[in-house]
């Protein structure tokens, strides 16, 4: 097998005020998660670096992810944190430009009001991406898909990527009104899909792979070869599947592909959209 970049994962030393998401359910993952703890994953399933994305709000957590970058070769990228909707966002982000490890920004959109998206001064903040290149990831529940198919028309030289294939709600097996904002936002040049979270969308303690696949089917006949990335969504992945299960879920979905189709899902596509 090629090399394979992880295009989503996640570091953190954990706080339960700052990480209030991460419950009494997730007892999993209330602890720390670093560099050391994903190497030899990532060398075990063939992974020859990973994007770092940020997890909390802040500067601070961009700052944390960039230092951890530069003393570890292997995480290739950092997906950032800034205030978008801050009137000196432009200034913001070319404070951060000089961080050649910063390729791009997201925020936790999942958790804002279903109109944030059309906010004036988070549109702002995404006009102020372009100057320097910056990918926006899309963190959103299949719901907020309207908005973004609005936020994506609006920005077509925007480069932008939904992470977690828009969070359908794979655990009740809903998936038409989904597959209608999927099948309508894969229409579009400028945005691109990440092949993870999916696991945490299921049942946690009973899902089978068998249900995975009406919605991987959606993502591969909706978004071209070129569109497609994977990620682990490491550790939030922990609290359904370990990390070579994550893999061996896409390994087996994507195993009668050329070698080159896969080396575009685990490698090519995200080299070159967020630039490694």
């Given at each position: 097998?090629?090399?394979?970049?992880?295009?989503h994962q996640h570091f953190w030393?954990?706080?339960?005020?700052?990480?209030?998401?991460?419950?009494?359910?997730?007892?999993?993952?209330?602890?720390?998660?670093?560099?050391?703890?994903?190497?030899?994953?990532?060398?075990?399933?063939?992974?020859?670096?990973?994007?770092?994305?940020?997890?909390?709000?802040?500067?601070?957590?961009?700052?944390?992810?960039?230092?951890?970058?530069?003393?570890?070769?292997?995480?290739?990228?950092?997906?950032?944190?800034?205030?978008?909707?801050?009137?000196?966002?432009?200034?913001?982000?070319?404070?951060?430009?000089?961080?050649?490890?910063?390729?791009?920004?997201?925020?936790?959109?999942?958790?804002?009001?279903?109109d944030f998206m059309f906010r004036?001064?988070?549109?702002?903040?995404?006009?102020?991406?372009?100057?320097?290149?910056?990918?926006?990831?899309?963190?959103?529940?299949?719901?907020?898909?309207?908005?973004?198919?609005?936020?994506?028309?609006?920005?077509?030289?925007?480069?932008?990527?939904?992470?977690?294939?828009?969070?359908?709600?794979?655990?009740?097996?809903d998936i038409l009104l989904w597959?209608?904002?999927?099948?309508?936002?894969?229409?579009?040049?400028?945005?691109?899909?990440?092949?993870?979270?999916?696991?945490?969308?299921?049942?946690?303690?009973?899902?089978?792979?068998?249900?995975?696949?009406?919605?991987?089917?959606?993502?591969?006949?909706?978004?071209?070869?070129?569109?497609?990335?994977?990620?682990?969504?490491?550790?939030?992945?922990?609290?359904?599947?370990?990390?070579?299960?994550?893999?061996?879920?896409?390994?087996?979905?994507?195993?009668?592909?050329?070698?080159?189709?896969?080396?575009?899902?685990?490698?090519?596509?995200?080299?070159?959209?967020?630039?490694?």
């Amino acid at each position: 097998m090629n090399n394979r970049i992880d295009a989503h994962q996640h570091f953190w030393k954990f706080d339960p005020v700052r990480d209030s998401w991460i419950d009494h359910t997730m007892q999993k993952i209330q602890k720390d998660f670093l560099p050391e703890d994903l190497l030899w994953l990532l060398t075990e399933n063939n992974f020859e670096g990973c994007v770092a994305v940020q997890a909390s709000q802040s500067e601070e957590e961009t700052k944390f992810l960039v230092d951890l970058a530069k003393n570890n070769d292997f995480i290739k990228g950092v997906v950032g944190w800034a205030d978008l909707c801050s009137k000196n966002i432009a200034e913001r982000l070319g404070h951060f430009s000089s961080q050649e490890k910063i390729k791009g920004f997201r925020h936790v959109v999942q958790g804002e009001p279903d109109d944030f998206m059309f906010r004036k001064d988070f549109r702002n903040g995404i006009a102020a991406l372009k100057q320097y290149n910056y990918t926006y990831d899309i963190l959103i529940f299949h719901r907020q898909l309207p908005a973004a198919i609005n936020l994506i028309q609006t920005f077509p030289d925007q480069a932008f990527v939904i992470d977690h294939i828009a969070k359908p709600d794979i655990k009740s097996g809903d998936i038409l009104l989904w597959k209608k904002g999927i099948e309508e936002i894969a229409k579009h040049e400028n945005v691109l899909c990440k092949i993870s979270g999916m696991v945490t969308e299921a049942d946690w303690n009973l899902w089978k792979t068998d249900e995975l696949k009406p919605y991987l089917d959606v993502v591969f006949e909706s978004f071209s070869i070129d569109k497609l990335m994977f990620g682990s969504d490491w550790p939030v992945c922990n609290v359904a599947a370990d990390y070579a299960t994550v893999v061996k879920t896409l390994e087996d979905y994507i195993s009668h592909f050329s070698i080159e189709d896969q080396n575009k899902i685990w490698y090519q596509n995200a080299k070159l959209f967020y630039k490694l």
